[in-house]
């Protein structure tokens, strides 16, 4: 559920959120989530292999009918992003929709119930959860941006200017010297 924030124009009126801004957060991701997180369960499943991909396909198929009926209504409610009453009528209208493929009249009813429920409770969970999230992530950037250094048993060592230069200078002593090789190799 990402948010666009806009600075509104100067005769005062509030923006225009058009329904193509940010589909790529709301719609796609989500369903190539759930298309990864259905061929993970399928993956650890007692079955495994030979349903994971069906888990998969399934699972992406229906969180990319949950987020698409979610936005259309949200389009057609001209109502912001985070409102939950887009998640509701999303999650009735694709509950009813694929339940009605799958079992009837009775199967559309169930599904409907079951889709706004576990929808919604998404939805709330992921605007809940979403400033902690934002939270931590700064706090991963605001780390990587300070001076951090490896502990000195690490492998891995941080060159100054003179030992990056001697170094480059070895890489192209060894590289002449594997040019000269292959062409010695060549003339005999």
């Given at each position: 559920?990402?948010?666009?924030?806009?600075?509104?124009?100067?005769?005062?009126?509030?923006?225009?959120?058009?329904?193509?801004?940010?589909?790529?957060e709301?719609?796609?991701?989500?369903?190539?989530?759930?298309?990864?997180?259905?061929?993970?369960?399928?993956?650890?499943?007692?079955?495994?292999?030979?349903h994971?991909?069906?888990?998969?396909?399934?699972?992406?198929?229906?969180?990319?009918?949950?987020?698409?009926?979610r936005?259309?209504?949200?389009?057609?409610?001209?109502?912001?992003?985070?409102d939950?009453?887009?998640?509701?009528?999303?999650?009735?209208?694709?509950?009813?929709?694929?339940?009605?493929?799958?079992?009837?009249?009775?199967?559309?009813?169930?599904?409907?119930?079951?889709?706004?429920?576990?929808?919604?409770?998404?939805?709330?969970?992921t605007?809940?959860?979403?400033p902690?999230?934002?939270k931590?992530?700064?706090?991963?950037?605001?780390?990587?941006?300070?001076?951090?250094?490896?502990?000195?048993?690490?492998?891995?060592?941080?060159?100054?200017?003179?030992?990056?230069?001697?170094?480059?200078?070895?890489?192209?002593?060894?590289?002449?010297?594997?040019?000269?090789?292959?062409?010695?190799?060549?003339?005999?």
């Amino acid at each position: 559920m990402a948010e666009t924030h806009r600075q509104a124009p100067p005769d005062g009126k509030a923006p225009e959120i058009q329904s193509s801004d940010g589909w790529k957060e709301r719609i796609a991701i989500p369903t190539l989530l759930g298309g990864v997180v259905g061929g993970g369960f399928g993956l650890i499943s007692k079955h495994r292999r030979a349903h994971a991909a069906s888990l998969a396909a399934n699972l992406a198929i229906v969180a990319g009918c949950y987020c698409g009926a979610r936005e259309l209504a949200r389009d057609a409610r001209k109502s912001e992003l985070d409102d939950l009453m887009n998640s509701v009528i999303g999650g009735i209208s694709s509950g009813a929709l694929l339940g009605r493929f799958q079992g009837g009249q009775l199967g559309a009813i169930r599904y409907a119930i079951i889709f706004a429920t576990v929808g919604t409770t998404l939805d709330y969970a992921t605007i809940r959860l979403k400033p902690h999230f934002n939270k931590f992530v700064d706090t991963i950037r605001q780390s990587a941006n300070s001076d951090w250094t490896l502990p000195k048993w690490s492998p891995i060592q941080v060159l100054d200017e003179e030992a990056l230069a001697a170094k480059r200078a070895r890489e192209e002593q060894l590289h002449s010297q594997r040019v000269l090789g292959k062409l010695n190799k060549e003339k005999s």
